[in-house]
């Protein structure tokens, strides 16, 4: 086999499945496993303020983490729209293209919400600075000027973000995933996070993962390192009943538990490849990253 035909291994995939439409396909939970890499991402941007010597780590992964709570947000509104086109038999492709705010707005009314109650919180202000946010990063627009946000504390020069801008994020998909978590009947759509060492693994929600480990972690360092910070770390989620439109059993949450035959692999000897190779680079001409960026005409004028 090719690496590339693992590429269709359903094994261990988490989907809702539309009981009453059988012949539509399943819908991929594909937010479940964004939220478990932003997790390990915040953690290890948290760790790395912890324990820095001689300066402020602001988090070497805190715009692959920021970049993750996005991913969270967007498959977990979207996994929503989907189930609730499927119902009430509507063009996905019309609304998937809308805005991230346009899409939840979708939600609320095909879910037969109240607009009102829910603009009061101030979330669709959160959610659009986030996206102006996240976009700045991903097409680098920022050229030096600082970027106001009014409603969240986001940085205002986006490619310097710390872990403040992490912990935003997180805040803002959790008050979201916390709006929708129940609005299918007896389904809980909060994300799983997997715990776990090299002897077992266990799930808990993230809203619980946040409250009792993220937050508490991180407001622990920030004492260690005598600092402090603007952003409220706690808040009430508002929780939505669940929709009317959905009968209770008419969607189900799947996952495959059994891998099918041809993708078996045999138990292979823990090796290290990669060790030698890296021993070779990092001895090679070149001793620093700097002066790999140093031309030789640069070199000569410096003689």
Known sequence: ???????????????????????????????????????????????????????????????????????ALEAY?????????????????????????????????????????????GIFNRVNEFRKFRNEIFHDRHSGDEIKFKNTLFSSKPNRGSQIDVFQSLKIFLEIASLFRYSIP????????????????????????????????????????????????????YELKPSTIFNLGQIVIMMKIKQDEKYNISNLEKTNLGEELYKLIFNSEFSTVAESFITDELRNITK
């Open 1 to 71: 086999m090719h690496i590339e035909d693992y590429r269709q291994n359903d094994y261990q995939q988490l989907v809702l499945a539309v009981l009453s439409h059988s012949d539509k396909s399943n819908i991929e939970l594909t937010f479940n496993e964004y939220s478990n890499h932003g997790f390990a991402n915040t953690m290890f941007d948290i760790q790395d303020l912890e324990n820095q010597d001689n300066y402020i780590n602001n988090g070497r992964r805190n715009i692959v983490s920021v970049s993750m709570w996005f991913l």
């Open 77 to 121: 509104i979207n996994a929503i729209c989907k189930v609730t086109c499927v119902i009430k038999q509507l063009n996905i492709d019309e609304i998937i293209n809308k805005e991230i705010s346009g899409r939840i707005v979708f939600l609320i009314e095909e879910l037969e919400y109240n607009k009102f109650n829910i603009q009061k919180t």
């Open 186 to 237: 007896g389904l809980d759509l909060m994300p799983n996070i997997a715990i776990g060492n090299e002897k077992q693994i266990k799930f808990a929600k993230l809203d619980q993962v946040y409250s009792r480990f993220l937050a508490p972690y991180f407001q622990r360092v920030l004492i260690k390192r005598s600092l402090k910070t603007k952003l409220d770390l706690s808040f009430t989620l």
